[in-house]
């Protein structure tokens, strides 16, 4: 039997960044609020002492443990899905105080109108008949001139480092810091792209360029360059995660309360409106229900998508009939398909690699969105190309040139001559979801608690494979016009597919937003359409994934949500957008 709680105004699953930026705008408003974390208890000082490669780079120290909760994946429906248990190279990082955004690399983008209005744009410029039949292809509901406001909100509590995108839509204001050093790598990508016509620009970091105090009055520290951020906590504090910034913000109320190993099971309901979650302690298995007014669900993607399945909120999705829309439009920035990259081998030119920050890099967005004309492309939507220097970790890193043997002499040489003479220019495809890529609970499979885990049913298509392929050839085009003596790009396959290896911490979909309960589960401010007092945001809450990392536009719809769960809560009830077919708002 669980011991029940007293009650609070609201509570929050999930301490990244939707999590707390949902705690720190809801406490400052003066609520009381519990923030429920599945994973332990950490801080910036749990990080001194973390630069160890094979410790976090490659054993995945602060990676979610697969043994206890993972998902299933399998291509098509009718086979039998398989549980993952091994991290590919990106991880799957969802537990512990600040969530997935502790091991961040930092970059930070804005995505396009064209994202926001992508159905509409396509068929203005195209037709309706150029989007196939088995793609899904959904406005949001919301056009960029609704979000900026929030994404320059969000830049400012992070305090992003950067350069303003010569191609990118209007701006309010300039990035609160300017953009990180320019080493001979990053310059060589920006000269030569500037001569192949291309509008490079600095990538806008989360690695702070110089110490910043933000609007909350939290103390984010310059960047020294150590390279170790991806899949790293910040030692230094010069790396903005929801630790040194919104939980921060939230603890200083003291209308906040976080707690550590809550593993949350069900959103619990009358059917109409939540009552509050139960969840279970991990380490004694002793469970809690905890009432509230308002439930914020604000965990990682598979979390999400999860908790609505398990609580039985909303319709699933059903991919013979379309109908349903909880599971529905998984996407990923997929890897394992190869192309999207190009390598690029100097016998002359060296380059200090070792060195570097998780952002540092230049950027083109010429082939983004509706930057390119999709008429004669085999594709819709479309890529952003960049160099990025993280610093070259010696085990993850070892690139030789292409037909090179792995092994002996030959291989020995190569490595220690190229390896601080290459460079690699890679892509990241804008993903469209599919028909048959979706999610529900695993028949078969459960977690430690008995209850079914999350299944993920997708499989590439050639959307994916043609912009990989075209990715790789323009990648090659920058790395010849950099001087390259060796330019390798590696194959796409046309039959190519998915596994469970390319599914990442660029995964989104499942919970998503629109105008309307028949095609979306959440409206513009992330309100669950069946169930006015439930909240769920996140990158669940895409209805695509645009062509970069998803982080700053889940904290700008983060603050989107947070006016809206306050307005809520300060009004009568009710949905707080009108649908196209459900009338009642507040």
Same mark, same amino acid.
């Given at each position: /039997? ?35 974390? @599945? ?19 490659? @054993? ?21 899905? $398989? ?47 150029? $989007?196939?039949?088995? /793609? ?53 990508? =920006?000269?030569? =792209? ?48 929801? $630790?040194?910034?919104?939980? *921060? ?72 009939? %379309? ?13 394992? +398909?190869? %192309? ?31 930057? +390119? ?47 601080? @003479? ?21 028949? =078969?499979?459960?977690? $430690? ?20 392929? /075209? ?27 998915? =596994? ?45 994934? %645009? ?23 300060? %009004? ?7 649908? *196209? ?6």
């Amino acid at each position: /039997m669980a011991e029940k709680l007293d009650k609070v105004d609201v509570v929050v699953i999930g301490s990244g960044w939707a999590g707390g930026i949902a705690s720190a705008e809801l406490s400052k408003a003066g609520y009381k609020v519990v923030c429920l974390e @599945r994973g332990k208890e950490r801080s910036t000082k749990d990080f001194i002492g973390s630069k160890d490669e094979l410790r976090y780079t490659k @054993r995945h120290e602060l990676a979610q443990d697969l043994t206890k909760q993972t998902m299933t994946f399998r291509n098509n429906v009718g086979d039998d899905a $398989i549980p993952m248990r091994k991290h590919n190279g990106y991880p799957i990082y969802d537990e512990g105080t600040g969530g997935t955004s502790v091991h961040w690399s930092g970059w930070s983008y804005r995505w396009l109108p064209f994202d926001f209005e992508i159905r509409t744009k396509i068929i203005e410029k195209y037709g309706e008949e150029r $989007i196939p039949k088995d /793609m899904i292809v959904q406005d949001w509901g919301v056009t960029y001139d609704d979000m900026e406001p929030y994404y320059d909100k969000w830049e400012k509590t992070a305090g992003i480092s950067g350069e303003v995108n010569p191609l990118g839509p209007p701006r309010s204001d300039a990035y609160p810091n300017p953009p990180m050093k320019e080493s001979p790598a990053i310059r060589l990508f =920006t000269e030569a =792209t500037e001569k192949l016509g291309y509008h490079p620009f600095r990538m806008p970091a989360a690695t702070i360029s110089q110490q910043y105090v933000n609007p909350d009055g939290e103390t984010i520290n310059a960047c020294v360059f150590c390279a170790f951020c991806s899949m790293y906590g910040c030692d230094f504090a010069a790396k903005a995660d929801p $630790i040194v910034t919104v939980l *921060k913000t939230a603890q200083k109320t003291g209308n906040f309360e976080l707690r550590n190993n809550a593993h949350v099971k069900r959103i619990l309901h009358d059917g109409k409106k939540a009552t509050g979650v139960l969840y279970v302690d991990p380490l004694t298995l002793e469970e809690f229900e905890q009432p509230a007014d308002l439930v914020v669900s604000a965990a990682f993607f598979s979390g999400n998508n999860r908790l609505m399945m398990l609580s039985g909120i909303g319709e699933p999705y059903n991919p013979e009939t %379309g109908k349903g829309v909880i599971g529905k439009s998984f996407t990923s920035h997929y890897t394992g +398909i190869g %192309g999207n990259s190009a390598t690029a081998f100097f016998e002359e030119k060296k380059f200090n690699t070792f060195a570097g920050a998780g952002a540092l890099g230049s950027v083109i967005d010429d082939f983004n969105g509706d930057h +390119i004309d999709n008429t004669d492309t085999d594709f819709l939507h479309g890529f952003n190309i960049s160099i990025f220097q993280d610093g070259a970790a010696a085990i993850a890193n070892n690139r030789v040139p292409q037909g090179t043997p792995y092994w002996g002499k030959e291989f020995k040489e190569k490595s220690v001559h190229y390896a601080h @003479r290459y460079l690699n220019i890679g892509g990241m495809q804008g993903t469209m979801p599919h028909t048959h890529n979706y999610m529900d609970l695993d028949p =078969t499979y459960k977690d $430690i608690y008995g209850d079914p885990l999350l299944r993920i049913t997708a499989k590439f298509t050639d959307q994916e494979r043609n912009m990989a392929k /075209m990715i790789a050839e323009k990648c090659a085009d920058i790395a010849e016009a950099m001087g390259a003596d060796i330019v390798n790009t590696p194959p796409v396959a046309d039959d190519a597919e998915m =596994t469970s290896s390319s599914v990442n911490t660029h995964a989104a979909g499942g919970v998503i937003m629109g105008e309307d309960p028949e095609t979306s589960a959440v409206n513009t401010y992330s309100q669950v359409w069946d169930m006015e007092n439930v909240f769920v945001v996140g990158g669940s809450s895409f209805p695509h994934f %645009g062509n970069s990392n998803p982080t700053e536009t889940i904290g700008a719809f983060a603050y989107r949500a947070a006016e809206g769960m306050i307005d809520y809560l300060k %009004g009568d009830g009710g949905l707080l957008v009108e649908s *196209k077919t459900r009338k009642e708002t507040v």
